[in-house]
């Protein structure tokens, strides 16, 4: 019963020095190994390691990518405008033990970070103007804040590895200003264009009635040129057909005067010897 009990003990006391000898690293993490508070080893691959027991404890940070957001801040650019800029950034602890040397912790590293980017951002942006910064040049400015922030956070043991802007406003006393210039300037252009545009109608609709002009003027022309030479060949012909027989010409003539004068109802008062009733009172 004896021999159980001392075996029993000398199981427990193996188990808690190897606990207090041995240690895991997840694969999330890196650790730095400290004897009596001073570095003694960096250990960046996941797996079992060792410590001396009593004199060395562990000191674990994060392997992951890790997040920096800080509270908008004032930024003046090159034309003298003020933007309220909301920024993050993604960094990764790159050398633990410079970080602890130097930093010591997360909260000393968001102090460095917030000087570090802060001062890139109002340098770098202060070099362009409102609009370049809100549009088309945002993604070289910040690739640009991205490498100098990352430059000057490698002497703390810091990667950094983007740097984004997520967003831009005005401050409150600037907006309206800068919204009513804004309808201002598009008003002008808006005028502008409507005003080129009645230009371009005016213009169209005066070479589309000249057109319109030319063409009736032409067909007129045409026409009257093509009713002229018919009722010259009509009398050509009805002078050919007529010419062989006068009198037959004179009678067909009478009965058109006959037909044109006397309609319904119609009262003319002639003398019976009147030319113009020659073939009526004719048997």
Same mark, same amino acid.
């Given at each position: 019963?004896?021999?159980?009990?001392?075996?029993?003990?000398?199981?427990?006391?193996?188990?808690?020095?190897?606990?207090? =000898?041995?240690?895991?690293?997840?694969? =999330?993490?890196?650790?730095?190994?400290?004897?009596?508070?001073?570095?003694?080893?960096?250990?960046?691959?996941?797996?079992?390691?060792?410590?001396?027991?009593?004199?060395?404890?562990?000191?674990?940070?994060?392997?992951?990518?890790?997040?920096?957001? *800080?509270?908008? =801040?004032?930024?003046?650019?090159?034309?003298?405008?003020?933007?309220?800029?909301?920024?993050?950034?993604?960094?990764?602890?790159?050398?633990?033990?410079?970080?602890?040397?130097?930093?010591?912790?997360?909260?000393?590293?968001?102090?460095?970070?917030?000087?570090?980017?802060?001062?890139?951002?109002?340098?770098?942006?202060?070099?362009?103007?409102?609009?370049?910064?809100?549009?088309?040049?945002?993604?070289?400015?910040?690739?640009?804040?991205?490498?100098?922030?990352?430059?000057?956070?490698?002497?703390?043991?810091?990667?950094?590895?983007?740097?984004?802007?997520?967003?831009?406003?005005?401050?409150?006393?600037?907006?309206?200003?800068?919204?009513?210039?804004?309808?201002?300037?598009?008003?002008?252009?808006?005028?502008?264009?409507?005003?080129?545009?009645?230009?371009?109608?005016?213009?169209?609709?005066?070479?589309?009635?000249?057109?319109?002009?030319?063409?009736?003027?032409?067909?007129?022309?045409?026409?009257?040129?093509?009713?002229?030479?018919?009722?010259?060949?009509?009398?050509?012909?009805?002078?050919?057909?007529?010419?062989?027989?006068?009198?037959?010409?004179?009678?067909?003539?009478?009965?058109?005067?006959?037909?044109?004068?006397?309609?319904?109802? *119609?009262?003319?008062?002639?003398?019976?010897?009147?030319?113009?009733?020659?073939?009526?009172?004719?048997?």
């Amino acid at each position: 019963m004896r021999k159980e009990t001392i075996l029993i003990i000398i199981i427990v006391v193996l188990l808690f020095l190897t606990n207090l =000898t041995l240690f895991v690293v997840d694969e =999330t993490k890196q650790a730095i190994v400290l004897q009596f508070g001073k570095p003694v080893r960096a250990i960046k691959e996941p797996g079992l390691n060792w410590k001396l027991p009593f004199i060395q404890n562990v000191v674990y940070f994060e392997d992951r990518l890790l997040s920096y957001d *800080t509270a908008p =801040t004032e930024i003046i650019t090159k034309d003298k405008k003020t933007l309220i800029v909301d920024n993050y950034a993604r960094w990764k602890i790159k050398d633990p033990l410079l970080f602890l040397q130097t930093v010591r912790d997360l909260i000393g590293a968001q102090a460095r970070l917030d000087d570090i980017i802060y001062s890139e951002l109002r340098v770098d942006l202060g070099l362009y103007e409102m609009s370049e910064i809100v549009s088309e040049k945002r993604d070289f400015i910040m690739k640009k804040v991205t490498e100098i922030s990352d430059e000057k956070a490698n002497t703390y043991g810091i990667e950094i590895v983007d740097v984004r802007i997520k967003r831009v406003d005005l401050p409150p006393e600037n907006e309206k200003y800068i919204f009513d210039r804004m309808r201002a300037e598009r008003e002008r252009i808006a005028k502008q264009y409507r005003a080129e545009g009645q230009e371009e109608s005016a213009k169209i609709i005066a070479d589309t009635e000249k057109e319109k002009t030319i063409i009736l003027a032409e067909a007129y022309k045409t026409a009257q040129t093509l009713r002229g030479e018919g009722d010259a060949e009509a009398i050509k012909i009805y002078a050919e057909s007529f010419k062989q027989n006068p009198e037959f010409y004179k009678f067909f003539r009478s009965l058109e005067a006959y037909k044109i004068s006397l309609k319904d109802q *119609t009262t003319i008062l002639l003398s019976p010897e009147s030319e113009f009733l020659k073939y009526l009172n004719k048997p």
